[in-house]
């Protein structure tokens, strides 16, 4: 158990939908860092959060977005949903520090019907 | 720009026999090596690490890797698979700059024959 926890476990949906996802990170761990994992493309990094504020985008869509709260939980916001999106989605949460290793969730599973 | 290369996206090894998965990465500078583990329907773990002192990195469940500073290498080994360690193995980096990402690796799916 890395204490990083990801609510919901699985997702199905339909096309054109919003999901939220959300992860709670390790505590005392300022930084949140959100995966996009899926067969054709791997572990894709799209976003990452440092005590509230976006420190680092990747390949995150601009249908996705995300946040982090004061509380320092953070959500994954993806809308107008198709098949592609489909995936497993990773939070991960590290410490502040120089040798940080980043502590990953059991992930949301993703499917859009 | 920083980046990761995986030699082989599978590898099948006898149970028992030596496990060897490589890592190359691109940098002017060392960055932070990392080798994670995800065995199937769970998220990555962290195997193990290299940020500064012996080049030689123990890690967990029996694996070691080296950092070969002139090779740009960062291999992962075993002496001898066991069938538990079927799983993906993904290579990763950081700069050495304060809270910057994580480059992860395309992933080597370790196969373990019987």
């Known amino acids: 158990d890395s204490g990083v926890t990801q609510t919901p476990k699985h997702l199905i949906t339909a096309t054109g939908q919003r999901v939220t996802l959300r992860c709670s990170p390790r505590s005392g761990d300022l930084s949140v860092y959100w995966y996009q994992q899926s067969l054709d493309q791997g572990l894709q990094f799209l976003i990452q959060y440092y005590n509230g504020e976006e420190r680092a985008k990747g390949n995150i869509l601009e249908r996705f977005s995300a946040q982090q709260f004061p509380d320092l939980h953070s959500e994954l916001n993806l809308s107008s949903l198709e098949l592609g999106d489909s995936a497993l989605y990773f939070c991960?949460?590290?410490?502040?520090?120089?040798?940080?290793?980043?502590?990953f969730g059991p992930g949301t599973r993703l499917t859009v019907l | 720009a920083q980046s990761v290369t995986q030699l082989g996206s599978h590898v099948s090894v006898s149970e028992g026999a030596l496990v060897l998965l490589r890592c190359n990465y691109s940098?002017?500078?060392?960055?932070?090596l990392f080798w994670y583990v995800q065995y199937p329907n769970q998220g990555l773990q962290l195997l193990l690490k290299?940020?500064?002192?012996?080049?030689l990195v123990k890690g967990i469940n029996g694996f070691e890797a080296e950092f070969k500073k002139s090779e740009t290498s960062f291999h992962l080994t075993k002496p001898s698979a066991h069938m538990s360690d079927a799983a993906e193995y993904f290579c990763a980096v950081r700069n050495r700059n304060r809270d910057d990402k994580i480059i992860f690796g395309k992933g080597t799916r370790l196969h373990i024959l019987p």
């Open positions: 940098s002017s500078v060392p960055p932070y």
């Open positions: 290299y940020t500064t002192g012996a080049t």
């Open positions: 991960a949460s590290s410490p502040s520090g120089t040798y940080n290793e980043q502590f």
